[in-house]
């Protein structure tokens, strides 16, 4: 399988993800300002999982990218990808109705988890398809941001039910620092 089917199907993936997320915020039943003051949970939700998924997306098209092949442990690994992302719509949702309430902020911060563990698995299975010797495992160099995204989500996982401005920060933390753009991998094809 070439990469452009792998990354179509995982782009269409990615778009009924965001699609889903829309569609479950519901209209507010009045015209004026106060009528979505209750909604603003389900909003503020829906923003952080939007820029979660967007920077899932930009990263995912840079790493295939520079991928060399596409194998069959690489398909199940963005499958696995995949299957986390589409979670987000869920725990989004749940978050935003019950106003960041300790168990769904915690499930919320295990999907973040989770994602970032099956996306690193998913680096890991492109870099065995190099052989090791894949522009991947050149540009992920010490890959600081992906080995602290994890510790800071398991954190933010054990703060919810303390004080759990704490874990909504932390998550916020997380995605500001990813938004920056990661130029690795730029920087290695641009080399090569």
């Known amino acids: 399988m070439g990469k452009g089917r792998l990354e179509a199907f995982s782009d269409g993936v ?6 889903i997320m829309v569609l479950e915020m519901k209209v507010p039943h009045g015209a004026d300002l106060d009528a979505l003051m209750p ?3 389900v909003l503020v939700s829906y923003i952080l999982s939007f820029i979660y998924v967007g920077i899932y997306w930009n990263n995912h098209h840079h790493l295939l990218h520079a991928a060399g092949k596409v194998t069959g442990g690489v398909l199940w690994a963005n499958l696995h990808l995949l299957f986390w992302l589409s979670l987000f719509p869920f725990v989004t949702g749940w978050v935003g109705e019950n106003h960041f309430a300790a168990v769904p902020l915690a499930l919320y911060g295990g999907v973040l988890l989770m994602a970032a563990v099956a996306y690193y698995i998913l680096q890991q299975a492109i870099i065995a398809a190099g052989h090791g010797d894949s522009l991947v495992a050149k540009a992920l160099g010490s890959d600081w941001k992906g080995k602290l995204s994890p510790l800071v989500y398991l954190a933010a996982i054990g703060s919810t039910f303390f004080m759990p401005w704490i874990a909504e920060a932390l998550y916020v933390m997380v995605a500001l620092i990813w938004l920056v753009p990661d130029r690795r991998i730029e920087k290695v094809i641009t080399a090569k």
């Open 14 to 19: 990615i778009a009924i993800i965001i699609t």
């Open 39 to 41: 909604l603003l949970p």
